[in-house]
């Protein structure tokens, strides 16, 4: 199975319109979020749905750090991995996502109803935590929210798009579910996989 995409180049920058965050006049500030192009094709036989899933695997591990200006987070530091976007059910004939169709801006709270092709779920991405704690936009963060990484942090992120094909229609999952509860219930269940990745930084001392 192959896996590609028209909005950016494999293993190159991504561009900013579909990152969550960018520079501004006054520092940094929310992007236009919007989804990236995917297709996909050489599907294993048998497929019935597919799950798509989009990890940062490069997230700091010391929160403190995060956004200070008088300090900047080492390229060695210990990392985590970070959802951005998690779906499952996509339709077995399906081989295309366009750009836009799932997130078009970033939306206070969380979108509650995502857009996304049709029968397909999106589960919760990993702003769900982040923003916890701010009255402003705490809430059920579903479906696609693209990069945002520190602006003081000196290693350049990888952002990971993950498709994964599978011998069963619908996964069991509840209704508010994570990247973690697909990883669980498509155990057994995987004919095949593909992956395609993107990079970004707001730091403009980080190259790549």
């Not at 979020?33 to 700091?60: E, K, M, Q, Y």
């Not at 750090?65 to 004939?93: K, N, S, T, Y």
């Not at 798009?161 to 995987?190: C, I, K, N, S, W």
């Amino acid at each position: 199975m192959r896996i590609h995409s028209n909005s950016f180049e494999h293993g190159r920058r991504l561009p900013v319109e579909f990152a969550a965050g960018q520079a501004s006049g006054d520092g940094y500030g929310f992007a236009a979020n919007r989804n990236p192009h995917l297709a996909w094709d050489d599907v294993p036989a048998g497929t019935r749905s597919f799950a798509l899933i989009c990890i940062d695997p490069d997230v700091p591990t010391v929160a403190e750090m995060v956004g200070r200006a008088d300090v900047q987070i080492p390229e060695h530091q210990v990392r985590c991995d970070f959802i951005h976007w998690v779906v499952a059910d996509l339709p077995a004939d399906l081989r295309e996502i366009a750009a836009g169709s799932c997130s078009d801006g970033v939306v206070a709270h969380g979108k509650r109803d995502p857009a996304g092709p049709g029968g397909s779920r999106q589960g919760l991405n990993d702003y769900t935590g982040w923003f916890a704690a701010d009255p402003d936009m705490a809430g059920d963060w579903y479906g696609y929210d693209g990069a945002f990484p520190p602006p003081n942090d000196l290693r350049l992120h990888r952002y990971f798009f993950r498709l994964f094909a599978l011998d069963v229609e619908r996964l069991a999952l509840g209704p508010r579910f994570t990247a973690a509860d697909v990883f669980y219930a498509m155990q057994g269940h995987v004919l095949g996989q593909a992956t395609t990745y993107a990079t970004y930084s707001l730091n403009p001392a980080v190259e790549g």
